[in-house]
């Protein structure tokens, strides 16, 4: 939940730091795989990474509304910053530069609205329509990256954005149901969590990524606490264990992210992603007895369709991918 940071080039590249990171106190050395070699292994990691993240969306509906979304969202980050501890060593060695800090703290502003609104989101609609709607952040990356980072829009990929966007009015079908202010905070959560990315790429070539991944959390803490005390509500040891279950699930799940895009290419794993909005949609039938919507799914697939088109096409054309993988953007 606290690793929005990656394109196809640099989750492989972070992934691969984050685990020598990890395995640096048992002294051990390997040579890392190619990304390639092991598809399969590639698949199923990613499917435990949909499995992390469906939970973490479950959960926040299981929460309810009772304790208000930032503060939700403040005590997710404030509990899951034990998961850094790991990181210590990485953060003292980094010198920052000043333009660093700059870049991280406006991304961490930037990534502080979309929690809020994701987690605003999870109290207004249904799972499977959060879920969908969270497929477009890679197609704001995409138009983020042509416009301010002088990534060449081809027509190909304008094709796809469209073909996004209209899977977007599936799921929205403004003029036949009624837009929800859920709906509408999903759609600026998106925009949110893909400035964030496009932020986020500006820093990874001048720091460690795991340095990256920890100044997201922290700045996300700080920046969500006034947020939470204005409408601080007092949680019970049932809340905060449920909120720490969440940190959990989410920081399993962005390590599970590194082990599956280390393993194989992103064009593999891709279309597995698919399967957490299947998830999504069975879990808010059978548990929360939400309405299934097909065009809620029909307008998820196409979007989805759309970005692992945009993905593979990258790597056809062996350029370095902007388009980060949907599950790159996660809460």
Same mark, same amino acid.
């Given at each position: %939940? ?8 640099? #989750? ?32 199923? #990691? ?23 979304? *930032? @503060? ?28 660093? #800090? ?48 002088? @990534? ?27 837009? @929800? %202010? ?17 932020? *986020? ?39 905060? *264990?449920?909120?720490?279950?969440? *940190? ?46 097909? #065009? ?17 096409? @990258? ?17």
């Amino acid at each position: %939940m606290h690793g929005y940071f990656i394109c196809e080039g640099l #989750w492989r590249d972070a992934g691969s730091d984050l685990i020598r990171t990890m395995t640096d106190n048992s002294q051990t050395t390997t040579t890392p795989q190619s990304p390639a070699s092991q598809p399969v292994m590639g698949v199923f #990691w990613m499917l435990v990474t949909g499995l992390c993240f469906v939970a973490v969306t479950a959960l926040v509906k299981y929460l309810g509304d009772r304790i208000p979304p *930032a @503060e939700s969202a403040f005590l997710r980050y404030l509990l899951g910053l034990v998961f850094l501890v790991p990181m210590l060593p990485a953060l003292r060695r980094t010198e920052i530069s000043k333009r660093l #800090w700059q870049l991280f703290a406006l991304r961490g502003f930037v990534h502080t609205l979309g929690v809020i609104l994701w987690f605003f989101a999870m109290t207004q609609i249904p799972l499977a329509e959060v879920t969908a709607m969270n497929y477009l952040s890679p197609i704001y990356v995409s138009i983020g990256a042509a416009l301010f980072l002088g @990534e060449r829009m081809a027509l190909r990929r304008v094709g796809a954005i469209v073909v996004a966007l209209i899977g977007a009015l599936i799921i929205l079908r403004p003029g036949f149901r009624e837009v @929800e %202010m859920g709906h509408i905070a999903m759609l600026f959560t998106a925009l949110a969590f893909g400035a964030s990315y496009l932020l *986020a790429k500006s820093t990874v070539g001048g720091t460690n990524p795991v340095v990256v991944v920890a100044m997201l959390s922290i700045w996300v803490t700080i920046f969500l606490a006034p947020f939470a005390i204005s409408v601080w509500v007092t949680p019970n040891l049932w809340e905060l *264990a449920i909120l720490f279950a969440v *940190a959990s699930f989410a920081t399993a799940g962005h390590y599970t992210m590194t082990l599956a895009f280390a393993a194989a290419p992103v064009t593999v794993t891709q279309p597995v992603t698919f399967l957490q909005l299947l998830w999504a949609t069975l879990l808010g039938a059978l548990v929360f007895a939400e309405p299934v919507d097909i #065009w809620v799914v029909a307008g998820g697939c196409l979007i989805l369709a759309a970005v692992s088109f945009i993905t593979w096409r @990258e790597a056809v054309l062996k350029k370095r991918a902007i388009t980060p993988a949907s599950l790159a953007t996660k809460v």
